[in-house]
């Protein structure tokens, strides 16, 4: 156990669908991140949240779309995906981004898109 | 939560050998890197990190050393067991700057 909740753990989607994916930390932290890991490609970092504020969008596409209510959940809205957005996805969190601590990560959520 | 597909470089060990692991990183500025593990269906578990003002560290079974002459990393398991088999990431970052930049990984498989 990390400190790091992901839910769901797996998700099926149709490519007109609209869900959302949900993190949750218990560590206290301020940083907290999206990452994607494909079987074509290694961990990829996507968003980047410090203190509740938007630091880093690296390139996503606008069907996804994230949202830090608070420095202890982040979501990932998702819509109209296509089927090559299929991986799992990683929620993070660290202290904060502009330090050099170890960032924790929750198991993921398979998504599957058909 | 394996990268499946994706061509990672692969270690294999007898069960009680140890186990070297490297991985040549990308920034020359990088003065924070961290050994992850991932086993499969979970996401990345930390092992070890090593600031760039070090150039060895030691846990329990593990050891990092950084040469960073070379931009070079390398995570050292002693006496490998079974559930060390999981795949390896290194990742680095730069103080005040952008969050852990991972590497492609490696795959550690234990043989019995």
């Known amino acids: 156990e990390t400190g790091v909740t992901q839910t769901p753990r797996h998700l099926v989607m149709g490519m007109t669908n609209k869900k959302s994916l949900k993190c949750e930390q218990h560590?206290?932290?301020?940083?907290m991140y999206w990452y994607k890991q494909s079987a074509k490609k290694p961990l990829e970092l996507m968003f980047v949240?410090?203190?509740?504020?938007?630091?880093e969008n690296n390139s996503v596409p606008s069907r996804f779309s994230p949202e830090c209510p608070n420095s202890s959940h982040l979501f990932l809205h998702l819509h109209t995906l296509q089927p090559e957005d299929s991986a799992l996805y990683l929620c993070?969190?660290?202290?904060?981004?502009?330090?050099?601590?170890?960032?924790?990560f929750g198991q993921g959520t398979r998504l599957t898109v058909v | 939560g394996e990268s499946v597909g994706l061509h990672l470089p692969t270690l294999s060990v007898q069960e009680g050998d140890n186990s070297i692991i490297n991985c040549a990183y990308s920034n020359s500025a990088s003065d924070y890197f961290i050994w992850y593990k991932q086993e499969s269906g979970k996401g990345p578990q930390f092992i070890i990190d090593i600031r760039s003002n070090m150039d060895k560290r030691q846990g329990q079974r593990v050891t990092v050393l950084l040469n960073k002459t070379v931009k070079h990393l390398s995570l050292q398991i002693a006496a490998t067991q079974p559930g060390d088999s999981a795949v390896y990431f290194c990742?680095?970052?730069?103080?005040?700057?952008?969050?852990?930049?991972f590497g492609k990984g490696t795959r550690l498989s234990v043989i019995a």
């Open positions: 560590l206290g932290h301020n940083a």
């Open positions: 949240y410090n203190f509740k504020e938007q630091t």
């Open positions: 993070a969190s660290s202290q904060d981004n502009m330090r050099n601590t170890e960032a924790f």
């Open positions: 990742a680095e970052n730069i103080m005040g700057n952008t969050p852990l930049v």
